[in-house]
T-cell receptor, first 117, second 109 residues
Framework: GAVVSQHPSRVICKSGTSVKIECRSL??????MFWYRQFPKQSLMLMAT?????????EQGVEKDKFLINHASLTLSTLTVTSAHPEDSSFYIC?????????????FGPGTRLTVL | GQSLEQPSEVTAVEGAIVQINCTYQ??????LSWYQQHDGGAPTFLSY????GLEETGRFSSFLSRSDSYGYLLLQELQMKDSASYFC??????????FGGGTRVLVKP
């Protein structure tokens, strides 16, 4: 199997606080994980590529100081939304690629719905 | 850059066949994949075409024509559970995927 979990599944926070989202590959090792953001009825927008043991690669327009990514092990990547604002409210989804696998076959977590009040 | 275009919505009845087209413009292309996403759920991988031609996986088939910058996903013998959004995706430079806008498929009894 290839299962990816995310925690929490849903979080509500106050404006100005920070929120950490965890993404774990449960039964395989993932050198590379990806973080996406998805608005209702829209596509998946890649935010950053998370590489184990090195700095994340951010997409154009994504603030690296606001969306902190840490990939400390082959099975865990975390996304921290710092000083969250209402416009950060969204569905955040991570995915993982098996170390020996193709980037075309990504295994997605169930997503985290963030609501910033 | 890379962009992928697909229709926003398709409606069909149970048992019917639906074809979801995906056209792309890219400055470097390495194959086309397809994902299914039910409302509120995670995208799941359906298929990948690295080369031209048809790939069949049960009721779902995917086709690619690199010369036409075009591919499609064919859903046969539609079932109610096939109601979902379907995304085509292409591999961009930097070993990452770019997703199309998604096609919402609504299956009616």
């Amino acid at each position: 199997g290839a299962v990816v979990s995310q925690h929490p599944s849903r979080v509500i926070c106050k404006s100005g606080t920070s929120v950490k989202i965890e993404c774990r590959s449960l039964d395989f090792q993932a050198t590379t994980m990806f973080w996406y953001r998805q608005f209702p009825k829209q596509s998946l927008m890649l935010m950053a590529t998370s590489n184990e043991g090195s700095k994340a690669t951010y997409e154009q327009g994504v603030e690296k100081d606001k969306f902190l990514i840490n990939h400390a092990s082959l099975t865990l990547s975390t996304l921290t939304v710092t000083s969250a604002h209402p416009e950060d409210s969204s569905f955040y989804i991570c995915s993982a690629r098996k170390t020996s696998g193709s980037v075309h076959e990504q295994f997605f977590g169930p997503g985290t719905r963030l609501t910033v009040l | 850059g890379q962009s992928l275009e697909q229709p926003s919505e398709v409606t069909a009845v149970e048992g019917a066949i639906v074809q979801i087209n995906c056209t792309y413009q890219t400055s470097g292309f390495y194959g086309l994949s397809w994902y299914q996403q039910h409302d509120g759920g995670a995208p799941t991988f359906l298929s990948y075409n690295a080369l031209d031609g048809l790939e069949e996986t049960g009721r779902f088939s995917s086709f690619l024509s690199r010369s036409d910058s075009y591919g499609y996903l064919l859903l046969q013998e539609l079932q109610m559970k096939d109601s979902a959004s379907y995304f085509c995706a292409g591999k961009a430079a930097g070993n990452k995927l770019t997703f199309g806008g998604g096609t919402r498929v609504l299956v009616k009894p």
